[in-house]
């Protein structure tokens, strides 16, 4: 098992920053490929980004690349996103979740890849 709580999230203006994270605790984080999700009122999940076990390679939405930066701090088991140049279209609750299988590319963006998630934190971007 593996327990996942995201925190940071919060209120700002469009073409503002945030920064969320995810602490992970149970089995070891390092262990798991990680990636960001984020659902908004009335549509479905999707992907922001995924990272490898180590932190090596890195895989984005089109919707955020260039914007977002997903990283890993393995050493305390922790999952950041540095959010830049917020738009009104990124209000969402954002997930994190944890990826047994470790690879990252095109599939990280089925949900059904991983395991376990967080409960969500909200992010609101006002215009």
């Known amino acids: 098992q593996v327990q996942l709580v995201e925190s940071g999230g919060g209120l700002v203006q469009v073409g503002g920053s945030l920064r969320l994270s995810c602490a992970a605790s149970?089995?070891?984080?390092?262990?798991?490929?990680m990636g960001w999700f984020r659902q908004a009122p009335g549509k479905e999940r999707e992907f922001v980004a995924a990272?490898?076990?180590?932190?090596?390679?890195?895989y984005y939405a089109d919707s955020v690349k260039g914007r977002f930066t997903i990283s890993r701090d393995n050493g305390l088991n922790t999952l950041y996103l540095q959010m830049n140049s917020l738009k009104p279209e990124d209000t969402a609750v954002y997930y994190c979740a944890a990826d047994a299988d470790g690879t990252v590319g095109y599939s990280s963006r089925r949900a059904t890849r991983y395991e376990y998630w967080g409960q969500g934190t909200q992010v609101t971007v006002s215009s």
């Open positions: 990272i490898t076990r180590s932190g090596g390679n890195t």
């Open positions: 149970g089995r070891a984080f390092s262990n798991y490929a």
